[in-house]
């Protein structure tokens, strides 16, 4: 059974730093994207960045620049190192995994992870 569990999240002020993890267990998949997702109250799910399986990286225009996704497979482990933090970035924060099997989408999601940013 899949399962992803994020950690890292907290609370800080404007201009801070949090570095969010998400450990993957279950996968059998050698090539699979991760991903992070945030939702704030009120708000839909958006994406935030992925990463591919060869380290091919793609972010959401609201972050370029002060977030950086990377991932050590041999950990199958993502991280979202976020710096320049806004009180906008206020959000639950999620992990994804997907990949395709025989033409089906596999999509796994983690539990969340709070971050409050505070102007």
């Known amino acids: 059974q899949v399962q992803l569990v994020e950690s890292g999240g907290g609370s800080v002020p404007a201009g801070g730093s949090l570095r969010l993890s998400c450990t993957a267990s279950g996968i059998i998949e050698t090539f699979y994207t991760m991903a992070w997702y945030r939702q704030a109250p009120s708000e839909q799910r958006e994406y935030v960045a992925y990463?591919?399986?060869?380290?091919?990286?793609f972010y959401a225009d609201f972050v370029k620049g002060r977030f950086t996704i990377s991932r050590d497979n041999a950990k199958s482990t993502v991280y979202l190192q976020m710096n320049s933090l806004e009180s906008e970035d206020t959000a639950v924060y999620y992990c994804?995994?997907?990949?395709?099997?025989?033409?089906?989408?596999?999509?796994?999601w983690g539990q969340g992870t709070q971050v409050t940013v505070s102007s």
């Open positions: 990463i591919k399986s060869y380290g091919n990286t």
């Open positions: 994804n995994a997907n990949w395709y099997s025989n033409g089906v989408l596999k999509d796994y």
